[in-house]
């Protein structure tokens, strides 16, 4: 079954700095990689996706990477602020099956204004 | 409403009880979704649903767990003869099909 694998565990950044987060997938068919924010208390929330026919995506100050061939992807976050402070999820399915998503073991983000 | 509703948002037990956990998705959405968090941890599969297929059941840890979506539309989670290992965050989530997974605020289960 599908493994997702993501570092760094925890990430400490200065107020403005960019933030990045790598995951890696094992299965060669998986074809959608959302990710999710989770804050203190509540359920993880979608925040940008990406599917295997893209190679990156942006949205505001959020962007995702994908290489399908080395089977990694990341979320960029630029100019963060103390909001983006969360756990952060990287995921991996297929789309068309309606597979179950796995998801990566988190990354705690610390903006430090 | 909106967003998927998940009742209790608290629970505390004691070993040996049964309890029930309940999710309403979004309406509409065919696909739901039970995951449990432990503390400061990851997201586990649990089991999911999706339309009149047989559930996948592949990530439920024990026979002590169970899970039923009536209607295609609520879910209850059930977890009898509860275990201290139990206590975690169940959180549901639903979906249409190719989509993201809207999550709810999920049950805090406390064992004790």
């Known amino acids: 079954g599908e493994n997702v694998e993501q570092h760094p565990s925890t990430l400490s950044v200065q107020e403005g700095d960019s933030a990045v987060i790598k995951c890696t997938y094992s299965?060669?068919?998986?074809?959608?990689f959302p990710w999710y924010k989770q804050e203190l208390g509540k359920g993880p929330q979608l925040i940008i996706d990406?599917?295997?026919?893209?190679g990156e995506k942006k949205d505001q100050r959020i962007a995702v990477t994908l290489n399908k061939t080395a089977k990694h992807f990341s979320l960029h976050i630029t100019e963060t602020q103390p909001e983006d402070s969360a756990v952060y999820f990287c995921a991996a399915s297929k789309i068309a099956s309606y597979d179950k998503v796995i998801f990566g073991p988190g990354t705690s983000l610390s903006v430090i204004p | 409403g909106a967003g998927v509703s998940q009742s209790p948002s608290n629970k505390v037990t004691e070993k040996g009880k049964d309890v029930e956990l309940r999710c309403d998705p979004i309406?509409?959405?065919?696909?739901l979704y039970w995951y449990r968090q432990s503390l400061g941890q990851g997201l586990e599969f649990l089991i999911y649903f999706q339309g009149n297929s047989a559930p996948d059941k592949s990530g439920l840890p024990s026979d002590r767990f169970s899970a039923e979506r009536t209607g295609g539309s609520v879910s209850t989670l059930t977890i009898q003869r509860t275990q201290q290992e139990d206590s975690a965050v169940y959180l549901c989530?639903?979906?249409?099909?190719?989509?993201?997974?809207?999550f709810g605020s999920g049950t805090r289960l406390t064992v004790v």
């Open positions: 990406i599917r295997s026919n893209v």
């Open positions: 309406s509409g959405h065919t696909a």
């Open positions: 989530a639903s979906s249409l099909r190719g989509g993201g997974y809207t």
């Open positions: 299965d060669s068919a998986s074809n959608y």
